[in-house]
């Protein structure tokens, strides 16, 4: 079996954290990512757009959810140039307004997914998975998409036992 690719998009900076705004060094779905890649030893990409978001978390949601209205799909920084070497992707991301954020399916459109395990998991404040999970059947033609694992952003750092429970479940 190849190793695994951990593919995500995390906001740094401020961020909703239990009922308030808190300033965050490294955000939530990274820290998430880390501990997928630590206990599989798999590959990290991070998912990345040319336009930076507000810094304000407030303007940052409306941006997110203009994006979500119109379809729209944020040009990124960089792909990979090919996902042949990995059977398994872990897709990673925020719950934003009840789904991934667009610069994620930018990132999942480009590719021919064809075959692959996608095992989604997602930070939030109490909006758990949303529709990702679907959004995802949809983009990820083909693909075998797996039941998601839902994070409280606020403990993603204190969750490693219950991400290595569901990874190791599934892998």
């Known amino acids: 079996m190849s190793k695994p690719l ?3 998009y995390s906001r740094k900076g401020e961020n909703y954290w239990n009922g308030s705004i808190k300033n965050l060094e490294k955000g939530n779905t990274e820290i998430v990512a880390e501990m997928i890649a630590d206990i599989t030893g798999g590959d990290l990409f991070e998912v990345d757009t040319v336009k930076t978001y507000a810094a304000d978390y ?28 990995y ?8 719950n934003w307004w009840g789904t991934m954020p667009m610069a994620m399916f930018t990132f999942l459109e480009r590719y021919d997914l064809s075959g ?5 998991f997602c930070t939030n404040e109490g ?4 529709k990702s999970e679907s959004d995802l ?13 839902s994070i409280h952003g606020a403990e993603a750092a204190g969750s490693r ?11």
């Open 127 to 130: 909006s758990g998975m949303g």
């Open 116 to 120: 692959k395990r996608i095992l989604p």
């Open 6 to 8: 951990i593919v995500y």
């Open 58 to 85: 407030y303007e940052c949601i409306d941006d997110a959810k203009a994006e979500l209205r119109e379809g729209a799909r944020p040009e990124l920084k960089a792909y990979m140039d090919s996902l042949d070497a």
């Open 161 to 171: 036992s219950k991400v290595e429970s569901w990874v190791k479940k599934l892998i």
């Open 137 to 149: 059947k949809k983009i990820c033609k083909d693909a075998k998409v797996e039941r998601g694992l």
């Open 87 to 94: 059977d398994t992707i872990f897709v990673g991301f925020p």
